[in-house]
């Protein structure tokens, strides 16, 4: 297959759909290396990454799917399986959080209420009468320094699977997801001209010492975020705390090998956990706890608002999620990452200097939310 670096260019269909081609074989060889060098390490940690896997796969099916002959190929995509594309689907917009227009923040709220009931019926009541007050009905993966990198609750509802699926029934249904979704990211890897093997390259070791614990929702979100929140909010919260905390330090891990592909992981998740803090606290007028006071200043300040308002960043992070390019007005220069479309898109930054306001922002989030508590 053609590689797509071959010569810059401004526009021609052929070279919209090799790029798209192209990111698509990045993104799948990322996320298929990261998770098979995560099972190596704690069984959870491919879990803190299935979202990435199902937006990939959500997207590239989408992709391969289409009438657009320099991007769609229909002999590869009716190889894909589709038993799972529910599960898969649901997955790939609970990455969005707030940011998905078919819910509100009330629809969001009465999810989690209802995930985290299913913990509760599951998980509480079961010990003799005298030793309930030790049970917990959550547990808490965490990276070295205490920070949350996902809890079950958080990977229950990011898996896609329903509240009605116990976590003790979970493995066998999410073993035939992930082999679905192993197939399809194998289809995808070639499409860039590569037709070598997928392979577990990622050294999880510096990561340092993963932990996990098991805890009461009500006591442990007690103290955390801010005092006027319902647990509702706060189980939202920290489900983004999650995210943001395997975007800052699991994430780029992948990034020497797998530099544009992580850079879009990256830009997905700090867009989309900035969107939902913002929005929480915007229906939080009232509160104004000195840690809530410390996310607003952050929220407030240049570099997060270019984030969260500039029309040209998100139009960047529509190409980062989406693989067909119509918009014609981007041009293409094939010999630079992600065939130029940052600086197509965004003059005044490049690819590398975006990257590096990125990962400084999801440190910085990832810190704020961490001593995000109610008495500080």
């Known amino acids: 297959m053609l590689d797509p670096r071959v010569a810059a260019v401004v526009w021609d ?20 290396d990261a998770m098979l060098s995560a099972q190596s390490g ?4 491919p879990l803190v990454l299935l979202g990435h896997s199902a937006r990939i796969v959500y ?7 289409s009438a657009n002959p320099a991007v769609g190929v229909p002999e590869l995509a009716q190889t894909l399986e589709s038993r799972h594309d529910d599960v898969i689907a649901r997955s790939r917009h609970g990455g969005k959080f707030l940011d998905d227009n078919r819910k509100s923040f009330d629809d969001l709220r009465a999810e989690m209420l209802g995930f985290y009931d299913a913990h509760r019926d599951e998980f509480m009541g079961n010990a003799l009468w005298f030793a309930r007050w030790l049970e917990s009905d959550v547990g808490i993966f965490l990276a070295p320094g205490e920070r949350i990198l996902g809890t079950t609750i958080a990977l229950h509802f990011r898996t896609g699977l329903g509240k009605e699926v116990h976590i003790s ?21 070639v499409l860039g001209g590569d037709e070598s093997t997928l392979t577990a390259t990622i050294d999880y070791e510096g990561l340092g010492r993963l932990g996990e614990k098991d805890r009461r929702v009500i006591r442990y979100l007690r103290d955390r975020y801010d005092p006027g929140m319902d647990v509702a909010t706060k189980l939202l919260l ?6 943001v905390n395997t975007t800052d330090q699991v994430v780029p891990l992948g990034s020497s090998t797998h530099p544009e592909a992580t850079f879009r992981a990256r830009l997905i998740s700090v ?32 570099a997060t608002r270019r984030v969260l308002d500039n029309p040209q960043l998100r139009r960047v992070r529509n190409r980062c999620m989406h693989y067909e390019i119509r918009d014609r007005s981007i041009d293409l220069d094939l010999t630079r990452p992600m065939f130029g479309i940052v600086e197509g898109l965004c003059p005044e930054s490049t690819f590398d200097e975006l990257d590096a306001e990125l990962r400084e922002l999801s440190s910085r989030l990832g810190d704020a939310l961490h001593h995000w508590r109610t008495r500080s």
């Open 13 to 32: 269909e052929g070279s919209a759909g090799a790029a798209a081609r192209a990111m698509l074989a990045q993104d799948a060889r990322w996320i298929a």
């Open 42 to 45: 704690e069984g959870w940690l």
């Open 59 to 65: 997207e590239g099916s989408i992709a391969l799917r």
């Open 169 to 189: 029934d979970a493995g066998p249904v999410l073993l035939s997801v992930a082999q679905a979704q192993g197939e399809a990211l194998a289809t995808f890897a």
């Open 238 to 243: 920290l489900m983004v705390e999650g995210e």
């Open 271 to 302: 867009f989309h956990s900035l969107r939902a803090v913002d929005e929480i606290l915007i229906s939080q007028p009232s509160a104004a706890s000195l840690g809530t006071q410390r996310v607003r200043s952050l929220l407030s300040e240049q």
